[in-house]
Antibody, heavy 121, light 110 residues
Framework: QLTLQESGPGLVKPSETLSLTCTVS??????????WAWIRQPPGKGLEWLAN???????YYNPSLKSRVTISVDTSTDQFSLKLRSVTAADMAVYYC?????????????WGKGTTVTVSS | QSALTQPPSASGSPGQSVTISCTGT?????????VSWYQQHPGKAPKLIIY???KRPSGVPDRFSGSKSGNTASLTVSGLQAEDEAEYYC??????????FGTGTKVTVL
């Protein structure tokens, strides 16, 4: 059974870079029919899709965050990562990683449990 | 990419049905049959309950059904049960492996 686990510092200072990693277990990140995604949810608010990556390195970003976000993949460790630069209080959220099914339909079928990120000096 | 519009809340008594709408544009909901729905209980990760507008993943009760007309997708929960009380989010593919979520609907079982 495929599982995803987010990891990273729970506290980031304003203007610094947030770095998160998602570890894929019970399966391989090197799947043609899947992309790997980051989604976030500010406290009390809705879900926001941030970025996707394929194991080949193909990436797609939310236009509203594209200038600050970088997603990367490491197939040797079955991990993918998110970097968000110049964070502010508006970036405080629970960050989820998820698997994207893209063979026939486009949906997020497996989610990590999420990791909470606080932005504070 | 603007968030898809959902009603903030919906409610029903046990055994009743509730329908949640998800309104977008011809560039997202209306342009693709790739609408998915997610159920989220407090403090938990979202869970996929509908994909491809109408399809249910294995293990999801058939009380959950989806549909679409034009730029609006809908999720219906029939025979409401206490455990259906949760937040529900729609999500649409918007091309080039990019996505937009709905604003979310809190379903209350009275």
């Amino acid at each position: 059974q495929l599982t995803l686990q987010e990891s990273g510092p729970g506290l980031v200072k304003p203007s610094e870079t947030l770095s998160l990693t998602c570890t894929v277990s019970g399966g391989s990140i090197s799947s043609n029919g899947h992309y790997w995604a980051w989604i976030r949810q500010p406290p009390g608010k809705g879900l926001e899709w941030l970025a996707n990556i394929h194991y080949t390195g193909s990436t797609y970003y939310n236009p509203s965050l594209k200038s600050r976000v970088t997603i990367s993949v490491d197939t040797s460790t079955d991990q993918f990562s998110l970097k968000l630069r110049s964070v502010t209080a508006a970036d405080m959220a629970v960050y989820y990683c998820a698997r994207l099914e893209v063979d026939y339909f486009y949906y997020m079928d497996v989610w990590g449990k999420g990791t909470t990120v606080t932005v504070s000096s | 990419q603007s968030a898809l519009t959902q009603p903030p809340s919906a409610s029903g008594s046990p055994g009743q049905s509730v329908t949640i709408s998800c309104t977008g544009t011809s560039s997202d909901v209306g342009g693709y049959n790739y609408v998915s729905w997610y159920q989220q209980h407090p403090g938990k990760a979202p869970k996929l309950i509908i994909y491809g507008v109408t399809k249910r993943p294995s293990g999801v009760p058939d009380r959950f059904s989806g549909s679409k007309s034009g730029n609006t997708a809908s999720l219906t929960v029939s025979g409401l049960q206490a455990e259906d009380e949760a937040e529900y989010y729609c999500c649409s593919y918007v091309g080039s492996v990019t996505y937009v979520f709905g604003t979310g609907t809190k379903v209350t079982v009275l």
